[in-house]
């Protein structure tokens, strides 16, 4: 049987749950980071459906928003990256390889558009 391979990108369902939330935060916060291509990915898909309830300024969302980010990464999803997107459907992130580590993973960086 050919079950779903899925990428292993922390220790467990705990340490990837923290990851990708500081992987996120780190993202909105200063725009692009680098990381592995795996996290890079994972991560993805976290900012841009986190950037797109910004858009919408709702209650719901914005509690969305703060309990799945810090403080300050959920502020800047609401009041700046809400607006700055408005008219945006989506592909809210970039990934551009930038090289390898030491022990062959790819290295990307991850920057908002």
């Given at each position: 049987?050919?079950h779903l391979k899925k990428?292993?990108i922390?220790?467990?369902?705990d340490?990837k749950r923290?990851l990708?939330r500081?992987?996120?935060?780190?993202t909105?916060?200063?725009?692009?980071?680098?990381?592995t291509?795996?996290r890079?990915?994972?991560?993805r898909?976290l900012?841009?459906?986190?950037i797109t309830?910004?858009?919408?300024?709702d209650?719901h969302?914005?509690?969305?928003?703060?309990?799945?980010?810090?403080?300050?990464a959920a502020?800047k999803?609401i009041?700046?990256?809400g607006?700055?997107?408005?008219e945006?459907?989506?592909?809210?992130?970039?990934?551009?390889?930038i090289?390898k580590?030491?022990?062959g993973?790819p290295?990307?960086q991850l920057e908002?558009?």
């Amino acid at each position: 049987m050919r079950h779903l391979k899925k990428k292993k990108i922390g220790k467990g369902k705990d340490h990837k749950r923290k990851l990708l939330r500081s992987l996120a935060a780190s993202t909105i916060v200063y725009e692009k980071i680098q990381t592995t291509e795996a996290r890079a990915k994972h991560a993805r898909q976290l900012v841009e459906k986190l950037i797109t309830k910004g858009k919408k300024e709702d209650l719901h969302n914005k509690r969305q928003i703060f309990s799945a980010l810090p403080t300050n990464a959920a502020k800047k999803v609401i009041e700046v990256l809400g607006t700055r997107y408005k008219e945006r459907k989506g592909g809210y992130t970039r990934i551009v390889r930038i090289g390898k580590y030491k022990d062959g993973m790819p290295k990307v960086q991850l920057e908002l558009v």
